[in-house]
């Protein structure tokens, strides 16, 4: 009985078998377009698949290319940082130059270090105070402070990492030296340029800085003196303190948005803006 069902079944799929081969001869090129079709459905399926799972992170990438996205200031009362990066309102923590509140350098450091809230993110963290500027007089003639311009410490490196987009006639300033980029409103308004000296006043201090580069972003930086932060912290008296922080994040809005939440939790004096 067993033997007779086994020969049953295998009579029957000799059977499938012929018809299904026999329909393939009939309908060689029927199917075999049908084949192709599905194939090439397949592959743009599954390229589309792959492009749109590589895509946030790609546009991510090079719109950090164009600066920071997002800016953390002391809080939780210092207002909304704008675009410029002009200093910040009331809040806590000591006062910078001209009663603007800051943030602890190494606290603002740290976010950006393995098992921090930004961790890899590049991050610059900034001192802004507000200067009388002018150009050097020779012997004839007095000093004009007719200029006042914001006056950016900055760790350079990591803003020239930061803010890959901008172009600078001359060269960004070394960290160690008494130099600056400035603005090229700036610097056309004193009749300055690369090469050149510039004075700065900072709570009756007079400071001479070598124009390193000229910098030209159609924006606020080119009313502003960028200089390295220690140099900065030095003139304000402020060594350890920054006004805010300068950060770029990828994966899109909602990862800048969990990465602001994240900020605010691990460095409660701050508060996070994408």
């Known amino acids: 009985m067993a033997s007779e069902a086994r020969r049953d079944r295998r009579s029957r799929l000799v059977t499938a078998a012929r018809f299904l081969f026999r329909s393939l ?11 192709l079709a599905i194939t090439v459905a397949a592959t ?23 600066g920071p996205n997002l800016i953390v200031a002391p809080g939780p009362a210092g207002g909304t940082p704008g675009s410029g990066w002009a200093p910040v309102g009331a809040g806590g923590g000591p ?3 001209g009663g603007a509140p800051t943030l602890d350098e190494e606290a603002t450091r740290a976010l950006a270090r393995p098992g921090g809230p930004l961790a890899g993110a590049p991050l610059a963290p900034l001192l802004l105070a507000m200067a009388g500027v002018a150009a050097p007089a020779d012997d004839s003639t007095e000093v004009h402070w007719g200029a ?8 350079l490196e990591a803003l020239r990492r930061l803010q890959a987009s901008w172009r600078v006639e001359g060269a960004w300033p070394p960290a160690t030296e008494a130099a600056c980029l400035a603005g090229a409103a700036l610097v056309a308004r004193l009749g300055q340029g690369p090469g050149a000296s510039l004075l700065v006043r900072l709570d009756g201090e007079v400071r001479t800085l070598r124009i390193a580069g000229v910098l030209a972003t159609g924006e606020a930086e080119d009313e502003q003196v960028i200089v390295a932060l220690p140099v900065l912290q030095e003139m304000t008296g402020l060594a350890g303190r920054v006004s805010l922080a300068a950060a770029a994040v990828d994966g899109g809005a909602k990862a800048v948005e969990r990465a602001a939440r994240a900020v605010e939790a691990a460095l409660p004096e701050a508060v996070a803006r994408p």
């Open 148 to 155: 006042v311009a914001t006056i950016v410490g900055a760790d």
């Open 95 to 97: 006062a910078a130059a």
């Open 25 to 35: 001869s009939l309908r060689g090129p029927s199917f075999l377009l049908a084949l």
């Open 44 to 66: 743009v399926t599954a390229t589309m698949l792959d492009i749109e799972a590589d895509l946030g992170a790609k546009m991510s990438r090079e719109l950090r290319r164009f």
